[in-house]
């Protein structure tokens, strides 16, 4: 069964500086689907960036970027330019490319909690 | 456009006792699912349903029923609450196995 694991419950950055957020995932699959969901004080879980395992280029938003290391199976996230309105829990997900059964379904790590002082 | 939507926002309710949880898209997305989140564990998934009358069980489906006789919605039912099932659920939708859309949460507590 594949697993996601957030080695950081806690961060924090400065204001304007950049953070990277770290996540790790277990498979034996070769095609997959990562995410990063952002979840603000208000519970709602927003979708802040998503790769294909298939593709080799980092998927970039905005200031939100990944670094995708497959073999290493790594998939961390920096934030640049940090804002205090990126405050919030981070979770990092995992999905097979799949039809049938739990494929498709998303695996969540417990999350990472990000600070950002003013 | 409403997206999708899950009443009540807050519910309490005592042991032993049936509690519905409400979920509805307005975006005819096939894949429905119902998650919990607790302190220490993330997101957990309990049901999900491919399409109407299609459902499967997840990580967590003990204690839970649901249904889903229309597209738009995917109700999730307690049978007889209990004080573990004390948590935050969240409903999704997406298109095929595209992303997946949260709806804002409901928070349960079990006395």
């Known amino acids: 069964a594949q697993t996601v694991t957030q080695s950081q419950p806690e961060m924090s950055v400065q204001e304007a500086e950049t953070v990277t957020l770290s996540c790790t995932y277990d498979?034996?699959?070769?095609?997959?689907?990562l995410f990063w969901y952002k979840q603000p004080p208000s519970r709602q879980m927003i979708l802040v960036i998503r790769q294909e395992a298939y593709k080799q280029q980092n998927a970039t938003e905005n200031r939100f970027s990944v670094n995708f290391q497959k073999a290493a199976k790594s998939f961390s996230l920096k934030i640049s330019d940090s804002q205090l309105g990126d405050a919030a829990m981070y979770f990092c997900?995992?999905?097979?490319?799949?039809?049938?059964?739990?494929?498709?379904?998303?695996?969540f790590g417990k999350g990472t909690k990000l600070s950002v002082k003013p | 456009d409403a997206g999708i939507t899950q009443s009540p926002r807050y519910k309490i309710t005592e042991t032993g006792r049936q509690v519905t949880l409400m979920c509805h898209q307005t975006w005819s997305h096939s894949y429905m699912f119902w998650y919990r989140q607790d302190l220490g564990h993330g997101l957990r998934l309990i049901y999900y349903s491919a399409a109407a009358d299609i459902t499967d069980k997840g990580e967590v489906p003990d204690g839970y029923v649901v249904s889903r006789s229309k597209t738009e919605n995917f109700p999730l039912t307690l049978e007889s609450a209990t004080r573990s099932q004390t948590s935050v659920y969240f409903c999704?939708?997406?298109?095929?196995?595209?992303?997946?859309?949260f709806g804002p949460g409901t928070r349960l507590t079990v006395l």
């Open positions: 999704a939708s997406s298109v095929g196995l595209n992303e997946q859309f």
């Open positions: 997900a995992y999905r097979s490319p799949g039809y049938g059964g739990s494929q498709g379904n998303l695996i």
């Open positions: 498979t034996s699959e070769s095609d997959y689907y």
